[in-house]
């Protein structure tokens, strides 16, 4: 179905804009978790998750990257539109396929990108938000962050788009959450060293924590708060606090 759909589309504008309202159409009945569904209805979603899982999720992903190459110059609603496509699908397909250089270079890209950038930094949270091994996700998080410090998004006080910068912010708490969710995993497991990884991790983003959290838009200082809540949730459970987390309460 999807190749016959690619297939009549090619890339014409109109025609992409019908393929990607019919994935997000597919994610909404298939894997969205509001709607109710039957026991029926849920195996019979499973089996076609199973199935594109087999079958066509690496072509609809490669379709994503070209449509995203074609048409960020020329195209903005389309790029997003593609972008929240991928946001919604990453749930649910192989992580590999899209946490890759070719993707996270485009990503970075597209968040230097007046129009994009917003669409990005959702994509980004998306990915970020995905259930996976605590180390893995470290891992991810780490690499994604050093790229967006590398690429300046860390100097917040230099960025006058507080709509982007509220958008960054959900990205920056949705990754604190996350290391924070692997280090009390890590800590349970009784493994020091990959703890101890962890929880340097998450201390190395507190500094851009406090800065999104003094913010005088109260959209972008709300959108970290739970990271701070789980940041200091943290610092109870340590047996004592070093001079730089005593500083960080303060």
Known sequence: FFFDVLALVGLNPNGVDVYLRTLMAIDAEVVDRDIMHSPEETRRNTLIKDGMREQCIPALVESWFQILQAY????????CQCLEVMGAYVSWIDLNLIANDRFVN????????????EAACDCLFEIINKGMDPV???????????????????????????DFLAKFSRLMNGMGQSLVLSWTKLSKTG?????????????????????????????ISANIVAFCYDYLHVLKQLPALNEQ???NVE
């Open 72 to 79: 960020q110059h020329t195209h903005s609603e389309l790029t």
């Open 106 to 117: 485009l990503l970075l890209s597209h968040m230097s990108m007046e129009e994009l950038r």
């Open 136 to 162: 893995d996700k470290t891992k991810l998080v780490e690499s994604l962050c050093q790229v967006l410090q590398s690429a300046g998004f860390f100097n917040v006080e230099q960025e006058e788009d507080v």
């Open 191 to 219: 493994d020091e060293k990959v703890s101890a990884e962890t929880l340097r991790a998450i201390e190395s983003k507190v500094p851009l924590m406090l800065q999104l959290l003094i913010h005088e838009d109260d959209d």
């Open 245 to 247: 987390q005593k500083s």
